[in-house]
């Protein structure tokens, strides 16, 4: 009824390190199957009976699946993937282009452009000065609005 006991030191250093290349191994498989199945779901060419084709073929005999998954479209894998993000390093861009408020401006631009569109004739004296307490009162255009848009061209 005695069962052994194995310490840390019964366990050798050449299998400590096997069984973290093991490890390893098994973290990057899981890390290869995911990134497949985000980039089945990802690809806008590709029909819905296809991807579930895919999908089927990597849940049911997934190293297969995988290995000719990557053989067959892994070219095109890594182009979705930076196509997806330049998208998004875009976005960021035109976002904080906006000042980071989704495209709304201040006052202070709101005034300063309409000073600008009065400068250049496109709107009177008496236009400006209406669009102008709009737009101290709070009720002023978000974006181009009828205030900005050019009398009598």
Not at 37 to 44: E, P
Not at 146 to 151: D, E, G, H, L, N
């Amino acid at each position: 009824m005695h069962a052994p006991t194995y310490l840390a030191y019964d366990f050798p250093l050449l299998g400590a390190l096997w069984t973290m290349f093991v490890f390893f191994l098994w973290v990057m498989w899981f890390a290869l199957l995911f990134r497949v199945i985000i980039d089945v779901f990802r690809d806008d060419a590709m029909s819905g009976w296809a991807k579930a084709g895919w999908l089927v073929v990597c849940t049911f005999v997934p190293f297969l699946g995988v290995f000719l998954y990557v053989l067959v479209r892994g070219k095109d894998m890594g182009r979705r993937e930076r196509a997806q993000a330049r998208a998004q390093r875009e976005e960021l861009r035109e976002y904080f282009a906006d000042g980071g408020d989704g495209g709304r401006r201040s006052s202070v631009d709101e005034l300063a452009r309409l000073s600008e569109i009065r400068a250049k004739g496109d709107i009177t004296d008496e236009e400006f000065r209406r669009a102008k307490e709009l737009v101290l009162s709070g009720h002023g255009p978000a974006g181009p609005g009828p205030s900005s848009q050019p009398s009598g061209s």
